[in-house]
């Protein structure tokens, strides 16, 4: 698959629970994120191409939450290193100003240093 990624993923330290907005369904973990996408690892693939809701469960010490709201579009889905599970590309169509700011805040809070 082709990079077409402007910003650098950081992966994480943190793997917030993510969730179908409307049916209340954990969907999978957070596996890096960045203000524009993120990466989910589940135990089902996932359709691509499809945009719903989804709700990210953050913790105090990242913000007031417990979620952060947003609409995304799924644009990859892969088989995982582990042969039981997949991973998905999300790119974030739709957030909160507010939202997004506490993406920002995960991934200074909770990812792996570059350096």
Same mark, same amino acid.
């Given at each position: ?21 409307? !049916? ?12 524009? @996408? &993120?990466?989910?690892?589940?135990? +089902? /693939? ?28 799924? !644009? ?12 998905? @590309? &999300?790119?974030?169509?739709?957030? +909160? /100003? ?18």
């Amino acid at each position: 698959m082709k990079e077409r990624r402007r910003t650098k993923r950081r992966h994480l330290l943190y793997y917030g629970r993510v969730y179908d907005e409307n !049916i209340q369904k954990l969907l999978g973990y957070l596996v890096d994120i960045t203000e524009r @996408g &993120f990466m989910l690892l589940s135990e +089902e /693939p996932y359709p691509v191409g499809v945009t719903q809701r989804l709700k990210l469960e953050v913790t105090e010490d990242v913000g007031q939450g417990p979620y952060i709201n947003f609409s995304v579009r799924s !644009i990859w889905c892969e088989p995982d290193i582990d042969p039981s599970h997949f991973d998905t @590309g &999300f790119e974030i169509e739709e957030i +909160e /100003p507010a939202d997004r700011e506490l993406i920002s805040i995960i991934v200074e809070k909770y990812g792996f240093r570059d350096n």
